[in-house]
């Protein structure tokens, strides 16, 4: 198996992972230097390292008790990066539905994850997972 296809394996297991809410999973995945990146201006946006990851996923993942579904809808790959088209729905401990559509690009080297950059429609971020709440200007 080619190190390219090797990165969307480990690739498809990750978002299996963020689907389950196996939080230590998706830390352990990551490289002692790993970072990801959650873009836009919302309560759960900026750039964390391991040690943070490992906090962060944990609580956003348990805000989906029933857990995530996630569908890929197309994944492309070069060298040591891939990215993913995908669409995440689940309910949220609120009782809302959440239904966003994502852009992952994920970085690997020597099968760790390097780089997460998370793009998303911030808006439902917002409005499902922080209720509302916006970071201050």
Known sequence: ????EKNKALTREFVGAIGSGDANF???????DGQLFTMGK????????KPTIRQFAGSVLES??????YTIHHMTAEDDRVAVEATGEGTHVSGKYYTNHY????????????????YMDTETVTDVICGGQRPES
């Open 42 to 49: 919302t309560m759960i946006s900026g750039t964390y390292d």
């Open 1 to 4: 198996m080619s190190d390219v």
């Open 64 to 69: 989906f008790p029933e857990g995530l579904s």
């Open 103 to 118: 852009h992952f690009l994920f970085v690997w080297r020597d099968g760790k994850l390097l780089q997460l950059k998370e």
């Open 26 to 32: 998706i830390a352990d995945s990551y490289a002692d």
